[in-house]
């Protein structure tokens, strides 16, 4: 049984930073991508960043680039997405996907994560 974990998330202030981590089991692979998604309140769910573990190669939506940064920790099947400069509208529920290679051009589509994490609040306000 596939299971993705979430922690991290809360409140914190503009240009503060959050640590949010995905810890993934069950899924018998050897490849393995974790996408990070986000739905602000009243829209749809977008696509943040994704991860390949077998070769850490990195996306990102334009919006987050250059201050978010996802990472991971092989041994451990978990997936870090690190947010700093938050802003306001960073405000959302975060969630974590998983899937066997993120693809240059499908990373950010929702549709082809199977399994997803519970979800994590974010809120960026001061």
């Known amino acids: 049984q596939v299971q993705l974990v979430e922690s991290g998330g809360g409140l914190v202030q503009p240009g503060g930073s959050l640590r949010h981590s995905c810890a993934a089991s069950?899924?018998?692979?050897?490849?393995?991508?974790i996408g990070w998604f986000r739905q602000p309140p009243g829209k749809e769910r977008e696509g943040v960043s994704c991860?390949?573990?077998?070769?850490?190669?990195?996306f990102y939506a334009d919006s987050v680039q250059g201050r978010f940064t996802t990472s991971r920790d092989n041994a451990k099947n978990t997936a870090y997405l690190q947010m700093s400069g938050l802003k306001p509208e960073d405000t959302a529920v975060y969630y974590c996907?998983?899937?066997?290679?993120?693809?240059?051009?499908?990373?950010?589509?929702?549709?082809?994560?199977?399994?997803w994490g519970q979800g994590t609040q974010v809120t960026v306000s001061s």
């Open positions: 996907a998983i899937d066997f290679v993120c693809g240059s051009h499908s990373w950010d589509r929702s549709g082809k994560y199977n399994y």
């Open positions: 069950g899924f018998t692979s050897d490849y393995v991508a």
């Open positions: 991860i390949n573990f077998h070769d850490g190669n990195t």
